[in-house]
């Protein structure tokens, strides 16, 4: 089991950029694929992208030219630089791992943080 925490959400205007983090601990970072989920008020939770233990990334095609995912497996950490903001990017954004390959089914990530806020206002 690993733990995850999120950080870096906040209240921004639109097209701004900003980074979330989300620091793990626990089992050994490198052997888990990690991910970028998020839900909005009153909809489900949806994939915003996902980075394999080597390194090779997928993304959803609403942020695909947008934002990139990174990880750091020396500082137990992986990113989500997002840029060009837009209002309908606020939601809470969950980090997630997994043990196996990187997809993109929210049921297939065992390990959960607790989310960060992310509101872009017009």
């Known amino acids: 089991q690993v733990q995850l925490v999120e950080s870096g959400g906040g209240l921004v205007q639109a097209g701004v950029s900003l980074r979330l983090s989300c620091a793990t601990s626990?089992?050994?970072?490198?052997?888990?694929?990690m991910a970028w989920f998020r839900q909005a008020p009153g909809k489900e939770r949806e994939f915003v992208a996902a980075i394999s233990r080597s390194g090779r990334t997928s993304s959803a095609d609403s942020v695909k030219d947008r934002f990139t995912i990174s990880r750091d497996n020396a500082k137990n950490t992986v990113y989500l630089q997002m840029n060009s903001l837009k209002p309908e990017d606020t939601a809470v954004y969950y980090c997630a791992a997994e043990e196996a390959t990187y997809n993109s089914i929210p049921s297939r990530y065992t390990d959960w943080g607790q989310g960060t806020q992310v509101i872009v206002s017009s």
């Open positions: 626990g089992r050994t970072f490198s052997s888990y694929a």
